[in-house]
């Protein structure tokens, strides 16, 4: 008995702490991350960048968050203000969970959970939900029309996602995340990805999609519906979105980096993990802006059609092939 | 009566009445929305993601151009002409003059339609390219728009050269062109001809060849023959349907006849088609630059003769020129007097435009902002 009150404190206190640097890390991975997709915009577009504010315009951001956070929060006439301002807090909740049972490098995760896949999972599948209220809540049409696509959206994909995972997991059989991590090599012929590589590739265009990202950018796309579900937010209405947005890009590339790119694992000490996690997962960042930057936006029955007739039927064949071959 | 039918202005209002079936959605999409470039609001009726009815609500940029022309002087209203389309000013400036010059029976020195020929080409080149990227825009392609802005560049710096400004220019007189083409515009001209030959192979590979691209325009927007006819479409439009109608060719002016250049046409009827129209239009365009600039004689760029102050005789006059969006017309009678009687401006954007609520219906609306993008139009011309 004494045993467990004093185990539950520590893993409390654990847990705490890793919720501080998670949300610490959001805030400066959001900076970063706006900066960098900027200057990469800037860079394939022949074009600086942001230059102007402190050396190279490192400082670009976080004048713009400043000027977010000083702006007039506006909400319109006729919309729901709960539902409103309910979403953007509803997009950014849920992000410190998905961290939470991220494994950064060896035993450094904030809380180590045996069904951690399923947590990031059903955590990320909330983000619909607030998508779907900020639509509703605004009394927009336009925003209406961008959540019933970002709803149609997820549900499309996530099916394929999930199937993907449920690949690696049969081949791992566990649902923590640092046990399929521990399952994969140092070097990168040991990683899941040559195992799998249509599950990766999947996983790679569903995650572009979950997170909508260019060329699924549908639920806001600027050039047909203004803005999609956030057309009507002001300062960090706007701001919370924006942040959710970058944090789902890392959380894909984390999930990403874990499933199939051997986690912290690489060569050299066990110490560099850290690294080798962060670089694989900005690489995977990096090539998300890239697509963003180059490819033109599809349609929505394109996309409906590229999950529905292309990737469930791909996945699904992965799934059996796994099964046949990895369990045999 | 519920209040959303007493909602809206006297457009919405028309529009609700004949809506056959309620509870559709009625979508304003502009006067301000990214995608129609400019002021134009479109009144849809969606059904899902599909447009039942279309219906564009033009005006939001009259400035009365056409009344302009009764009020002012002939030398007057010439600026008024950089205005109408702000993309290709100058075929909108040769339209004018042009009608003025055949009403006058002005001479104009060989020196100077070549360089009418040169200027108006190249500025097509850089309406093109602004479409182009703008088109793509409105796909969601954001990176071809920063591009074509950096060819554009080098072509209105070299038209500001000689032209003095950069959007809006005023450069064709009664008689000739304002100044005379030196070296330096000679050269740079030839090494934008020879960038645009290197580019355009480059936009094929990385945009018209791309399968989001073509899924996105292939077999969107399908504008037959006859209903481009019917409308009166002319301009990439109409030879993106298949007819080889061209004014430089069909009614020529200027020194257009001694030039060797094709009329691209593409039997598709799609968006695609007229995407592959502009930029076949931009390779010909190049081609005729080179061959000006090397046929270009020596001269007068201004008639000796040309009268100071225009007092045309009696009558009426039609002159139309190829614009980068169709045909430029300008209708000119005069009463003998030193401002014409009636100016009517024949915008091919107007045109174009009316096609769109036949075209869009049905549609998605990523098509329809794709097919409205297809169309190239212009505002302010279809408003004037």
Not at chain 1, 88 to 103: C, D, E, K, Q, R
Not at chain 2, 112 to 135: D, K, P, Q
Not at chain 2, 250 to 260: I, R
Request: aromatic share 12%; proline share 5%; hydrophobic share 45%.
């Amino acid at each position: 008995m004494m045993n467990i009150l004093e185990l539950i404190p520590a893993e409390l206190i654990r847990i705490l702490i890793g919720l501080v640097a998670i949300l610490v890390f959001i805030a400066l991975n959001a900076l970063i991350l706006v900066y960098v997709e900027r200057k990469v915009a800037g860079f394939i577009q022949r074009r600086p960048g942001p230059y102007e504010v402190g050396p190279w315009g490192i400082l670009q951001t976080l004048v713009d968050a400043v000027k977010l956070m000083g702006k007039q929060l506006f909400s319109p006439t006729g919309g729901d203000r709960l539902l409103f301002w309910a979403a953007p807090l509803l997009a950014f909740a849920p992000l410190p969970l998905l961290f939470l049972s991220i494994p950064v490098g060896k035993n450094l995760v904030a809380y180590d959970a045996n069904l951690g896949l399923i947590l990031i999972l059903a955590f990320s599948g909330l983000n619909v939900l607030a998508l779907c209220l900020a639509g509703w809540g605004s009394y927009n049409k336009w925003s209406l029309l961008g959540a019933v696509r970002s709803v149609s959206q997820a549900v499309a994909y996530e099916i394929p996602l999930l199937l993907t995972v449920l690949a690696v997991t049969l081949m791992t059989g566990t649902l923590q995340l640092s046990a399929i991590v521990e399952s994969q090599g140092a070097w990168p012929w040991q990683w899941n990805w040559l195992v799998q590589p249509a599950g990766f590739v999947i996983f790679v265009i569903c995650a572009l999609a979950e997170t909508n990202r260019a060329p699924f950018d549908l639920p806001e796309a600027e050039s047909e519906l203004t803005a999609g579900f956030h057309t009507e937010y002001s300062g960090m209405g706007f701001g919370l979105f924006f942040l959710a947005e970058y944090t789902a890009m890392v959380v894909v590339s984390s999930m990403c980096t874990i499933l199939f790119l051997g986690g912290w694992k690489g060569p050299g000490p066990e110490i560099l993990g850290v690294v080798w996690f962060f670089a694989k997962v900005y690489a995977l960042v990096i090539l998300m802006m890239w697509m963003r930057w180059t490819f033109p936006r599809v349609r929505f029955d394109q996309l409906l059609n590229i999950s529905w007739r292309w990737l469930i039927p791909l996945s699904l064949f992965n799934l059996l092939y796994v099964a046949l071959v990895v369990k045999i | 009566m519920t209040t959303q039918n007493l909602a809206g202005d006297f457009y919405t209002q028309c529009f609700l009445s004949e809506q056959d079936e309620s509870g559709r959605v009625i979508l304003n999409m502009g006067p301000q929305h990214p995608s129609t470039h400019g002021v134009l609001r479109v009144i849809i009726e969606m059904e899902g993601e599909y447009i039942s009815r279309a219906e564009p609500v033009i005006g939001y940029l009259h400035r009365m151009h056409e009344k302009m022309g009764e009020v002012k002087t002939y030398h007057q209203y010439m600026p008024n002409m950089g205005r109408v389309d702000y993309l290709h000013a100058l075929a909108w400036n040769w339209a004018y003059i042009g009608a003025v010059e055949k009403l006058c029976q002005i001479e104009v020195p060989r020196r100077a339609e070549f360089i009418r020929v040169i200027t108006c080409e190249m500025n097509r080149i850089c309406s093109h390219l602004v479409w182009w990227g703008a088109y793509l825009l409105d796909l969601g392609a954001f990176t071809p728009i920063m591009y074509a802005f950096d060819d554009r560049e080098q072509a209105l710096d070299l038209l500001q050269m000689i032209t003095g400004s950069r959007l809006t220019y005023c450069y064709y007189r009664f008689g000739g062109v304002r100044t005379d083409i030196d070296n330096q515009f000679i050269s740079g001209a030839r090494d934008f001809c020879k960038l645009m030959k290197s580019r355009l192979p480059m936009y094929k590979d990385l945009v018209t060849d791309n399968y989001i691209l073509r899924k996105r325009c292939e077999e969107i927007g399908e504008l037959p023959l006859e209903m481009a006819r019917r409308y009166g479409a002319t301009g990439p439009v109409l030879r993106g349907s298949g007819q080889k109608y061209d004014v430089r060719r069909a009614e020529p002016y200027s020194v257009y006849p001694e030039l060797d250049f094709d009329i691209p046409v593409f039997n598709e009827c799609d968006a695609m088609a007229r995407y592959r129209v502009r930029v076949a239009e931009m390779e010909q365009s190049v081609r005729i630059i080179e061959q000006a600039l090397s046929k270009l004689p020596k001269g007068d760029v201004m008639a000796p003769k040309a009268p100071k102050r225009i007092k045309p005789p009696k009558g009426d006059v039609y002159f139309a020129v190829e614009g980068a969006r169709g045909k430029i017309g300008v209708y000119l009678a005069s009463d003998g007097s030193s401002t014409p009687y009636r100016l009517k401006l024949r915008s091919p954007s107007y045109s174009n435009l009316s096609l769109f609520a036949e075209l869009a219906q049905g549609t998605l609306l990523a098509d329809a902002v794709s097919i409205l993008g297809s169309l190239d139009l212009v505002i302010p011309e279809i408003d004037r």
